[in-house]
């Protein structure tokens, strides 16, 4: 069974950093692509940022230049470089990972849907 399992959320000011991680099961992290969601009280969830099975990214247009995903294969561990924080980042942020279609997946990475596992979810607070 699929498990993913984040850490590295917190509490941190505007303007700073912080870096989570998700661990995954040797099953899960052969998927074709992970990533990241987030989801705010009183917002939608949205897709953050995903990486697939050759390190091909996409990355929401709202975090472009300050988020950065990768992973390391060796560790079965995704990453989420999130700096140049806003509060408007506030929220809980959960790992994912899913068989996406490599001829689509530009369109589809940030659909919920397309993802079967998710982790538990890992909260991040920006404070001004």
């Known amino acids: 069974q699929g498990q993913l399992v984040e850490s590295g959320g917190g509490s941190v000011q505007a303007g700073g950093s912080l870096r989570l991680s998700c661990v995954a099961s040797?099953?899960?992290?052969?998927?074709?692509?992970m990533g990241w969601f987030r989801e705010a009280p009183g917002k939608e969830r949205e897709g953050v940022a995903s990486?697939?099975?050759?390190?091909?990214?996409d990355v929401a247009d709202t975090v472009k230049g300050r988020f950065t995903i990768s992973k390391d294969d060796a560790k079965n561990t995704l990453y989420l470089q999130m700096n140049s924080l806003k509060p408007e980042d506030t929220a809980m942020y959960y790992c994912?990972?899913?068989?996406?279609?490599?001829?689509?997946?530009?369109?589809?990475?940030?659909?919920?849907?397309?993802?079967?596992?998710w982790g538990q979810g890992t909260q991040v607070t920006v404070s001004s």
């Open positions: 040797s099953h899960t992290y052969s998927s074709a692509c």
């Open positions: 994912v990972a899913g068989m996406l279609d490599p001829r689509t997946i530009g369109r589809t990475w940030s659909r919920a849907a397309e993802y079967d596992h």
């Open positions: 990486i697939d099975s050759d390190g091909e990214t």
